[in-house]
């Protein structure tokens, strides 16, 4: 399988340095541009399937997908974002801070009723390797959210989550992956969304 593993579009919380996690925030006008030019650049592949986190933001973004390639969208709750439990609707400062005062590992702290990165990289890991048995020989879209994505990059490649904090997932990136081989052929590309 070959998988191209997106993030979503811009929101207002994006673009404010806030915590969506789990909340319905929907693309600003920005995120559905970017959308756009993701689902052009996307409709350049032969797409097999489709699948999309459930939260709002990614299910925007993989309806415009949709609408470009033709493809039906199907939804796929592992494709979520790391949980970050009571941290939400807060600035992104306040986890920075509460990692900081607290004594574990940034990559292996979770919030109270969240999930660690460390549970986020076996989540994805394993989502993808269920993609990759699905649909071996297609190409598959997949979007999903920023940490997600960290989680699933590292983990195909068989790293920790020790350092995902210096990998970037611009809104509406396209990474290139081929899960089964267990390469990963471009990160965060946005080359196609305009101005970049």
């Known amino acids: 399988m070959e998988l191209l593993l997106c993030r979503h579009g811009e929101t207002s919380y994006n673009k404010n340095g806030l915590i969506q996690g789990s909340l319905d925030i929907e693309l600003n006008e920005n995120g559905r541009q970017q ?3 993701l689902a052009d650049r996307v409709s350049k592949h032969e797409i097999d399937a489709l699948y999309t986190s459930p939260y709002l ?3 925007q973004t993989a309806d415009i997908i949709s ?3 033709g493809v039906e969208k199907t939804p796929e709750d ?3 974002e790391v949980d970050q439990g009571d941290f939400v609707d807060v600035p992104i400062q306040d986890v920075k801070d509460a990692i900081e005062e607290s ?3 940034e990559h292996e702290w979770a ?3 969240g999930e660690s990165m460390v549970e986020c990289r076996r989540r994805a890991v394993d989502t993808l390797r269920d993609l990759a048995e699905k649909h071996s020989g297609e190409t598959v879209v997949a979007v999903a959210h ?3 994505n960290k989680a699933a990059i590292l983990g195909i490649l068989g790293y920790s989550t020790e350092h995902f904090d210096r990998m970037a997932q611009d809104n509406c990136c396209l990474n290139l ?3 089964a081989q267990r390469k990963v052929v471009q990160v965060n590309c946005t080359d196609h969304i305009s101005g970049k």
């Open 146 to 148: 920023g940490s997600f």
């Open 103 to 105: 004594d574990d590992p």
């Open 177 to 179: 992956m081929r899960p």
């Open 78 to 80: 592992n494709l979520r």
């Open 35 to 37: 959308a756009r030019s």
């Open 67 to 69: 609408d470009e390639i």
């Open 111 to 113: 919030p109270e009723g």
């Open 57 to 59: 933001r990614a299910v």
